[in-house]
């Protein structure tokens, strides 16, 4: 079974830039997940879909960053502009929630951007 | 606001070593607990997950515990190796909410 695919794997951008992240989920899996990981740190939620819906974008910084999960399965995160502060890994993750079970959430490899 | 602490931030050992990873967290209402490895540049690999009714979780040389009550999980590698050399992520999703809150992980060097 394949697992979560990102691309691209690695970006370089210029400052004030735009930049798009994709990700395909784990086949079946109804939840996805966008994490930002800085440097030395543990990953933090950026938005998380329920199928299409976007049910917690609480940490997304939506004067720059959006996102859109189309039908349901593939994701993309998206950031216009781009600020050096923007450097990071963007982990995609995916998840069956059923019956009010959450399952097991899987990662992607991510996408190390940064930013110049 | 949960917050989840690892203890230490690195650690380096002899390989065969048995060792102990800690992880701490302040909201005992949590759904469940998850073990993640990242090695250099990849993603994170998930090891174990604890549901909050259990106590402990066996794959091979690891085993994690729970303890609810305390706020802290332990991860106990037996006869370590080399290739366990990795950063080590604790993670917890909050009963209300479906998001991990993650530790700043712990750097592990296994030294031949």
């Known amino acids: 079974e394949a697992g979560v695919v990102q691309s691209p794997r690695y970006k370089i951008i210029e400052k004030k830039q735009p930049v798009a992240f994709w990700c395909n989920p784990i086949?079946?899996?109804?939840?996805l997940y966008w994490y930002r990981q800085n440097l030395g740190q543990g990953p933090e939620l950026l938005i998380r879909?329920?199928?299409?819906?976007?049910?917690?974008d609480s940490q997304l910084p939506k004067d720059r960053f959006s996102a859109e999960r189309l039908k349901g399965v593939d994701s993309t995160l998206k950031i216009q502009p781009a600020e050096l502060g923007d450097s990071a890994v963007y982990l995609c993750?995916?998840?069956?929630?059923?019956?009010?079970?959450?399952?097991?959430?899987?990662f992607g490899p991510g996408t190390r951007l940064t930013v110049l | 606001k949960q917050e989840v602490t690892q203890i230490p931030a690195a650690l380096s050992v002899p390989e065969g070593e048995n060792l102990v990873l800690n992880c701490s967290f302040t909201?005992?209402?949590?759904?469940?607990l998850q073990w993640f490895r990242q090695d250099p540049g990849k993603g994170l690999t998930s090891l174990l997950l604890?549901?909050?009714?259990?106590r402990e979780q066996t794959s091979g040389r690891l085993n994690a515990s729970l303890d609810k009550s305390s706020g802290r999980s332990t991860l106990y590698i037996a006869a370590s190796q080399p290739g366990d050399s990795a950063t080590y992520l604790c993670?917890?999703?909050?009963?209300?909410?479906?998001?991990?809150?993650f530790g700043q992980g712990t750097r592990l060097t296994i030294n031949p």
């Open positions: 993750a995916s998840s069956l929630v059923a019956s009010g079970r959450v399952g097991e959430q899987f």
């Open positions: 086949s079946g899996h109804n939840t």
């Open positions: 879909y329920e199928n299409e819906e976007a049910v917690d």
């Open positions: 909201d005992s209402a949590i759904y469940n």
């Open positions: 604890i549901q909050s009714s259990q």
């Open positions: 993670a917890v999703i909050i009963q209300g909410a479906q998001k991990l809150v």
